[in-house]
């Protein structure tokens, strides 16, 4: 949990003294964590188009949402609903400090809001507000600005590939399918939008695997965990799995390590197996979210949570025998295979 502050001043200093506490390090990898704080803004605000433009200054584009009070202790909230959140509401939903830290660490913010007739114009230098200006605009589509120039004495590094970035959005519009995602750079401009979501990062990634049939597309829900897998048998007799957690429905993070989750899916996948004679192994992705997800050791490597075992097995087991039904001529073929 982050500390609380009595005054925002305590806060930007704060942050700006243990960066590390909120992205890990201060390194190139904490750089990117900065970066996508304000994508994330985006997605939050339900944004159908977010583009991203490298330089001294980063800008981040879109037509999120935004509503922008400010509280109190002149602490600059970002708003989604009609009702203002302050900053220690917004904890309880994952996203403590964000606008927050991603201003403390600028060496300059501006975010620029039109949306509903009202433009609100926020700009501050090292955290500490500039300017809060707000005025009424002939502006009712939603449009967001924000530019910032990460603070070089926080950051060890402020460049990145722009591989790098191409990578980021090709890979975010699988998992947000049907917002498009643009990098500029001076007169390119790259698109990506995906509507077909997973099953195309699937198709991506199971490229090198000789797939037996019709990739699984299994999405479902039990009690609080959410769970979406896209799967197939292949050829050989390894399996691949890749695993992610979305965290607050925006942010996402591979878990290296697997844990419990992976645990109930492979499960459900030996049972298939055994009931079936099939003996290949599997390739796939399976993304889940949960909002109490509990995590062994200090680095989110791995997930512990005794139910999802349980829940992801029987969501999985659940899938697989409703694909089974729906496509009779494929389950048919993918039995004739011998074992193995």
């Known amino acids: 949990m982050s500390p609380r502050y009595s005054n925002p001043r305590e806060m930007v200093d704060g942050i700006r003294k243990r960066p590390a506490m909120y992205l890990g390090s201060k390194d190139l990898t904490a750089f990117q964590s900065y970066l996508s704080v304000g994508l994330d803004m985006m997605l939050y605000g339900g944004a159908s188009w977010i583009e991203i433009e490298p330089g001294r200054s980063w800008s981040i584009r879109s037509d999120a949402k935004i509503h922008l009070e400010t509280n109190s202790l002149g602490q600059l909230n970002f708003v989604e609903t009609s009702e203002v959140e302050t900053i220690e509401e917004r904890t ?35 955290g500490v507000r ?14 967001v600005t924000l530019s910032v120039v990460p603070d070089s004495s926080i950051f060890s590094a402020t460049e990145i590939s722009h591989r790098n970035l191409h990578s980021y959005f090709h890979r975010n519009a699988c998992f947000f399918p049907g917002v498009t995602y643009r990098v500029i750079r001076g007169n390119a401009i790259q698109e990506y939008k995906s509507e077909r ?30 769970l979406e897998a896209v799967f197939a048998f292949h050829h050989s007799p390894v399996s691949q799995i890749i695993s992610f957690w979305k965290r607050d429905s925006v942010r996402l993070e591979m878990i290296p390590k697997g844990g419990t989750h992976l645990e109930g899916f492979l499960d459900a996948i030996q049972e298939f197996q055994f009931k079936h004679r099939l003996f290949k192994g599997s390739v796939g992705i399976l993304v889940i979210e949960h909002p109490y997800t509990q995590f062994l050791g200090a680095v989110r490597e791995e997930i512990g949570n005794s139910e999802f075992t349980s829940q992801v097995h029987e969501l999985i087991a659940a899938g697989m025998e409703e694909w089974c039904e729906a496509n009779p001529e494929e389950a048919r073929l993918l039995k004739l295979f011998p074992r193995s």
């Not at 309880?92 to 949306?115: H, I, K």
């Not at 099953?199 to 965990?225: T, W």
């Open 92 to 126: 309880a939903f994952g996203r403590p400090y964000e606008g927050a830290v991603l201003n403390a660490l600028s060496a300059a913010f501006c975010l620029d809001v039109s949306f509903e007739g009202r433009r609100t114009l926020f700009q501050a230098k090292k």
């Open 130 to 143: 500039q300017v809060f200006e707000q005025s009424v605009c002939s502006q009712l589509e939603p449009t």
């Open 197 to 226: 979501g997973l099953v195309e990062l699937f198709d991506s990634f199971a490229h090198p695997y000789h797939i037996l049939h019709e990739p699984l597309h299994v999405k479902g829900s039990v009690e609080k965990l959410n």
